[in-house]
C-alpha cells in the first residue's frame, strides 16, 4: 500500500457552458494519509464540493469534464479505471455523505433495505439475513435507538438528523478507507450538529476511517480535524495542521475567514468583520491571484502573477501569497 492513501495531483475540473468554461477546480494538488481527517474550507463556490465529487468520479458529463491530473487511491489511478471498476470502489473503499439526506435517500424503500443493499453489493458472499443483521448493527452504531425496529422505517419518518445518521450507516456499512463528507451538518441545529459530528470522529476512529470534511464552518474544522485544506476560487491557497491554521493564518483570505466568525473569548459587542467585495467570476478568471481584487495587502505583483504554494510560517504550513503574514 503506497504510504499516501489519497494523492491528488494537478486536478483540472472544468464545466463547458453556455457562457464559457468554468474553472471550478484549477490545478488542485494535496493528499491524505491513512486515518487522517483533513478539512477543506471556503465560501461556496470555492471548488470544495466539485474536488470531491472528482475523487469520486461523480462529475457530471456533460457539462461538467476531469481535464487534467491524477487521482491516486492507493497507487492507482482513479481516472483510468473503467466504470465497473468504480462501481467496485465507491461505497466499499471510498464512500461519500452529502448534504442532503432526503435526495439521497430513496422514499419508497426502508432504510434497512437501503442499507443492506449496500452491503449486498459489495459482499457478495453475504445473505440477505446477514446483510439485514448488518444493517441493524450499523443502525444501532449510529446510536438510533430501537435500531431493529426503525430498520424496518421508511425516510420521511426520521427527523433531519436521524436521517444523516442513516446516511452514515450507510456510508460506513463496508468499513471503506476514505469517507468524503460533503457538509454533512449543514441543515441541523447546533445541537444535532455536534452529536452527529462527534459520532463520526468516534467511529472514525473506531475503523481507522480517513475523512474528508468538505464545510464553510471553521468551529466545525477546529473540532474535528487536524489538517485543513483552504481553498478560494478553485485553487488551494492554504494549508496546514489544524492548529497552525487558527494560531497562525498566513493567507490574507485565512485571516479573514477566522475574522468573520464569533469566537467565545470576544468581549460581548465586538463587532464580526465581513470580507469585503465578491469571488471572481471562474469563466473569466483574473490574471494573478484570485483574491486580489478583494485583498487589504494587494500589491502591483498580486495583479499580474499567480501566486504559488511556498512554505511559510513552520512545519507543513503552505500559502499561496507573495505577501503571507
Known amino acids: 500500500m503506497a504510504a499516501n492513501l489519497l494523492e491528488v495531483n494537478n486536478l483540472k475540473t472544468y464545466f463547458y ?30 471548488g470544495k464540493s466539485v474536488t470531491a465529487l472528482s475523487v469520486m468520479r461523480l462529475i457530471s458529463s456533460p457539462p461538467g469534464k476531469i481535464v487534467q491530473g491524477e487521482i491516486n487511491f492507493n497507487g492507482e489511478n482513479i481516472l483510468e479505471k473503467s466504470m465497473d471498476e468504480l462501481s467496485d470502489i465507491r461505497g ?26 449496500t452491503v449486498k453489493r459489495h459482499r457478495k458472499d453475504v445473505s440477505n439475513d446477514q446483510a439485514w443483521r448488518r444493517a441493524v448493527e450499523m443502525l444501532d452504531l ?75 464552518d471553521l468551529g466545525v474544522v477546529a473540532g474535528t480535524c487536524q489538517r485543513v485544506n483552504v481553498m478560494y476560487a478553485g485553487h488551494i491557497i492554504e494549508s496546514a495542521p489544524v492548529k497552525q491554521i487558527f494560531e497562525t493564518p498566513a493567507h490574507p483570505y485565512t485571516i479573514g475567514l477566522l475574522q468573520s466568525i464569533p469566537r467565545v473569548d470576544d468581549s460581548r459587542g465586538t463587532r464580526l468583520t465581513p470580507i469585503a467585495g465578491q ?21 502591483a505583483r498580486c495583479r499580474q502573477e499567480l501566486p504559488e504554494l511556498i512554505q511559510v510560517g513552520r512545519g507543513e504550513q503552505v500559502a499561496a501569497c507573495f505577501y503571507p503574514n
Open 279 to 299: 469571488p471572481p467570476d471562474l469563466i473569466n478568471p483574473p490574471v494573478g491571484c484570485p483574491y486580489a481584487a478583494r485583498c487589504p495587502r494587494v500589491q
Open 142 to 216: 449510529v446510536r438510533i435507538p430501537d435500531a431493529a425496529r426503525r430498520a424496518k422505517s421508511y425516510p420521511h419518518e426520521f427527523s433531519g438528523g436521524m436521517r444523516q445518521r442513516v446516511m452514515i450507516a450507510i456510508a460506513l456499512s463496508c468499513n471503506p478507507q476514505l469517507l468524503i463528507a460533503d457538509e454533512p451538518t449543514t441543515a441541523l441545529d447546533v445541537t444535532i450538529q455536534a452529536q452527529v459530528l462527534e459520532l463520526m470522529k468516534g467511529l472514525s476512529h473506531e475503523f481507522g476511517t480517513a475523512v474528508m470534511m468538505i464545510t464553510h
Open 17 to 46: 457552458t453556455r457562457s464559457g468554461v468554468v474553472k471550478a477546480v484549477d490545478d488542485v494538488t494535496f493528499s491524505m494519509k491513512p486515518g487522517e481527517t483533513l478539512g477543506v474550507v471556503g465560501e461556496s463556490g470555492c
Open 92 to 117: 466499499s473503499k471510498i464512500s461519500m455523505i452529502f448534504q442532503d439526506p432526503m435526495t439521497s435517500l430513496n422514499p419508497v424503500f426502508t432504510v434497512g433495505y437501503q442499507i443492506a443493499e
